[in-house]
């Protein structure tokens, strides 16, 4: 069953060849379950590797090259032990590695929406050469008090906007979900947030750099 003599048929001894290569399973056991047929050779494995390597990389040249991408960075820690220990490396087996992610812009972004950093930067309050008049409105915990006790839609006679009704909604149902006991009893009296621009929900590609 396992052995099959197609070459275009073999996806569960590739897969099973991939998942030995992942573990570290020695040369030798992969080719002798090669010539039983239940998974691929080495060689097999490691031009498979090589040829989605290439592959990836193309993609993440294409994708680099629209601009219309977001990068994240994960530092960790990898224990590759090793089954054939040696005096010079028997104990130097973990590792610092870090991993990349690409996400691609989804919703229809283009490069016009993203030619926002001169205004970011004149809005944000650690901007030595903002004017004061002009900068963003700090609110503290009586703001809310204010909010909660006369609430308005947000609108232009709203001392909040927008981005401060959903802070608050926010801060609101942390509070009543997560916080003391005490604040569960009020979760169910806090209305939905409005509705500006509904963002639709699509599937958002990976690729691993």
């Known amino acids: 069953v396992y052995n099959g003599s197609n070459q275009k048929a073999n996806t569960l001894q590739s897969l099973l060849g991939l998942f030995l290569q992942s573990v570290h399973t020695p040369y030798k056991v ?7 047929g239940i ?12 040829a989605l390597s290439v592959e990836s990389q193309t993609s993440l040249q294409h994708l680099g090259q629209s601009l219309l991408v977001s990068y994240a960075y994960d530092n960790f820690d990898m224990d590759l032990k090793s089954y ?16 990349g992610l690409l996400f691609l812009l989804v919703h229809g972004v283009t490069l016009d929406d993203l030619k ?6 004149g809005k944000l309050p650690l901007n030595p050469q903002v004017d004061d008049p002009h900068a963003p409105h700090q609110h503290a915990w009586w703001d809310l008090l204010k909010l909660l006790l006369h609430p308005e839609p947000p609108g232009s006679k709203s001392m909040l ?8 909604w926010m801060f609101l149902h942390d509070l009543c979900t997560y916080g003391p006991d005490y604040f569960h009893q009020f979760k169910s009296v806090i209305p939905p947030p409005e ?9 958002t590609p990976i690729f691993a750099a």
């Open 30 to 36: 992969i080719n002798n379950l090669a010539h039983l």
């Open 39 to 50: 998974t691929i050779s080495a060689n097999t494995i490691n031009m498979a590797i090589q």
């Open 84 to 99: 054939i220990l040696t005096i010079e490396k028997s104990n130097d087996s973990l590792k610092h590695l870090t991993s």
């Open 116 to 121: 926002c950093s001169q205004e970011l930067w």
């Open 161 to 168: 906007s927008h981005w401060d009704w959903l802070n608050a």
């Open 195 to 203: 509705y500006i621009e509904q963002i639709p929900l699509v599937k």
